[in-house]
């Protein structure tokens, strides 16, 4: 950690205002992302996500111990606010019907119709996933959570991840192919 980072970190355990502005300026662009990520696109509500997700940082900020890396901190702060949301809003139940999801193979979409898409066209396509195909997506391919973390974190069963991020893949396969 840099000693810049250090002293950003002590001033807004000191409560300092001026570095949580700060700190606030320094991440809240990537956090907002995160945020678009789990409210597919709804940027009123990812506002929110994003303002409740730095209260904790700041509420927290104390618990924080300089072991791994402090974005990485803030990032698992905002991405369980973002579930917070998720599951008190219960969008977990699928707004799609499961059947409507057809089987898509990979060889259909060549990596020629991937390559041609923006990174902000691609994350408009996720964030147009059902919630739960959407929520299961991020957590597993994008943050990295494996399907027995992910489990516990929405209260399902390690089958049902997996079920989801099959779906997921499927839908955006199709929806890749129908973009395209």
């Known amino acids: 950690m840099s000693e810049q980072q250090q002293k950003l970190i002590d001033g807004c355990k000191r409560g300092e205002a001026r570095s949580q502005k700060l700190l606030y300026d320094t991440y809240a662009g990537k956090m907002m992302a995160v945020c678009m990520r789990y409210c597919g696109n709804d940027r009123e509500t990812a ?16 618990s924080y111990d300089g072991r791994g890396s ?11 606010v973002a579930l917070d949301y998720i599951r008190s809003a219960d969008l977990l139940k699928n707004t799609e019907c ?4 057809k089987e898509t193979s990979a060889e259909n979409i060549d990596s020629s119709t991937i390559d041609r898409l923006s990174a902000e066209e691609l994350m408009e396509i996720i964030g147009e996933l059902p ?15 494996s399907h027995k973390e992910i489990a516990g974190m929405l209260d399902i069963t390690e089958s ?9 893949k499927q839908l955006l396969q199709k929806r890749l192919k129908d973009f395209i």
């Open 131 to 145: 919630s739960g195909f959407r929520t299961v997506f991020n957590l597993y391919a994008i943050e990295g959570y």
């Open 160 to 168: 049902t991840s997996r079920s989801q991020l099959t779906r997921a």
């Open 98 to 101: 499961i059947d409507a999801v």
């Open 70 to 80: 402090f974005e990485g901190w803030i990032r698992r702060i905002v991405v369980n």
């Open 47 to 62: 506002m929110d996500m994003l303002q409740d997700g730095f209260i904790k940082v700041f509420t927290n900020i104390g």
